[in-house]
C-alpha cells in the first residue's frame, strides 16, 4: 500500500503510522458529557468502504496527514494535511453517529 | 572546537572491496561537514526563512516540496514542511546563523548529531534502492533535493548531489551499524571506500 504524503509523494505505508478513526471530534476539554466523551471514546462508525483516517508520515517529514482509504479494497482517495481545516473530498461524519 | 571523532573508525577500510573485478559500482565515503544545521520556520515564515537561508550561503531554494541546492561550501534541502537541513564544511554555522531570529524559526545544531555519508557511482540507485522502499530514479528524486525517509525505522535524509551522487544524514549513534550495512549492500556491486 502506497500513501502520497503532500510534501513527500508516494511512500511505502511502512513509513507511516497510523493515528486512529479521523470521524471523532473531542468534546472541549471541560465539558462534562459524559455521553459525549462516551462518543468520542468508543463509538466507531466501522464503514465498509470509504473511511476518514489520521495518519502520520512518522517515518518521513513527519506531517500527520487526513486521508480517505476504503476499508475493502485500501483504495486511497484523498489525502492532505491534517492541519488543514476542511471536510475530506467525500464529506465528513458526525463523531458516535450510528446508523 | 571540540575535535570531532568519526564514529566509523573502527570499520572505516579504506579500497576496493567485494565484487570488483568488474569495476567499482560504488564510492563509499564520509563527508565530515564541519556544521549541520537543521532550520524550521514557524507557520507563514517560511518564505522569509528561505531568504534567510539564500543570504548566509548564497544559495537560491526553490520553493518547493524538498528542493535543494549546494555549493563548494554549503548544502541546503528542505526535508519536511518549512524545514530544512543546512551544513557548512566550516565549523560554527550555528552562530553565523543570527540572520534566522526567533520571530522566524528555530535553529537546532546537529553537527555532532548526524553522520553524513556519501554513496556515489553509477551503482548508487541500484545500492541505496535495496535499503529504502524510495525511488531514486532521477525524474522522482531530481538533482539538489531531498528527501526523508527511514531504514528499518531510523531516519535518514538523503540529498542528491549529483546524478550518481546522494549524501545520506543519518543519526551518530546508528552511523557504524548503517555503514556496515551499506557494506553488505554495495558488496554485490564492488566498493570502494575512500
Ligand atoms: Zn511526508
Known amino acids: ?99 | 572546537m571540540v575535535e570531532q571523532l568519526s564514529p566509523l573508525a573502527a570499520v572505516f577500510r579504506p579500497g576496493s572491496h567485494g565484487n570488483f573485478v568488474d569495476g567499482v559500482g560504488v564510492t563509499l565515503s564520509e563527508m565530515a561537514p564541519g556544521s549541520i544545521v537543521q532550520l524550521a520556520a514557524w507557520p507563514g515564515e517560511e518564505k522569509k526563512l528561505i531568504a534567510a537561508i539564500t543570504s548566509l550561503t548564497g544559495l537560491k531554494l526553490a520553493d518547493g516540496a524538498g528542493a535543494g541546492a549546494a555549493s563548494e561550501r554549503h548544502t541546503v534541502f528542505g526535508f519536511a514542511p518549512g524545514k530544512f537541513l543546512l551544513t557548512d564544511t566550516a565549523e560554527g554555522l550555528v552562530s553565523a546563523a543570527g540572520v534566522v531570529t526567533p520571530a522566524m524559526g528555530t535553529i537546532t545544531d546537529l553537527s555532532h548529531g548526524r553522520t553524513a555519508i556519501r554513496v556515489a557511482g553509477p551503482r548508487s540507485e541500484w545500492v541505496l534502492a535495496k535499503l529504502f522502499a524510495v525511488d531514486f530514479s532521477l525524474v522522482a528524486f531530481p538533482q539538489g533535493s531531498g528527501i526523508s525517509t527511514a531504514h528499518h525505522d531510523i531516519f535518514a535524509q538523503i540529498q542528491r548531489s549529483g546524478p550518481d551522487r546522494f549524501d545520506l544524514y543519518v543519526f551518530r549513534s546508528f552511523a557504524r551499524s548503517f555503514w556496515k550495512m551499506l557494506c553488505h549492500a554495495s558488496d554485490e556491486v564492488g566498493y570502494e571506500v575512500r
Open chain 1, 1 to 99: 500500500m502506497l500513501i502520497t504524503c503532500p510534501y513527500c509523494g508516494p511512500r511505502d505505508v511502512s513509513e507511516f503510522a497510523y493515528q486512529g478513526d479521523g470521524n471523532r471530534s473531542r468534546p472541549d476539554p471541560s465539558s462534562t458529557d459524559l455521553a459525549a466523551w462516551n462518543a468520542y471514546v468508543y463509538d466507531r462508525l466501522n464503514p465498509a468502504g470509504a473511511h476518514n483516517e489520521i495518519w502520520q508520515h512518522a517515518g518521513g517529514c513527519r506531517a500527520h496527514l487526513a486521508v480517505v482509504r476504503d476499508t475493502l479494497s485500501h483504495e486511497i482517495s484523498s489525502v492532505r494535511f491534517a492541519r488543514e481545516k476542511g471536510a475530506p473530498a467525500h464529506g465528513r461524519r458526525k463523531s458516535g453517529a450510528k446508523p
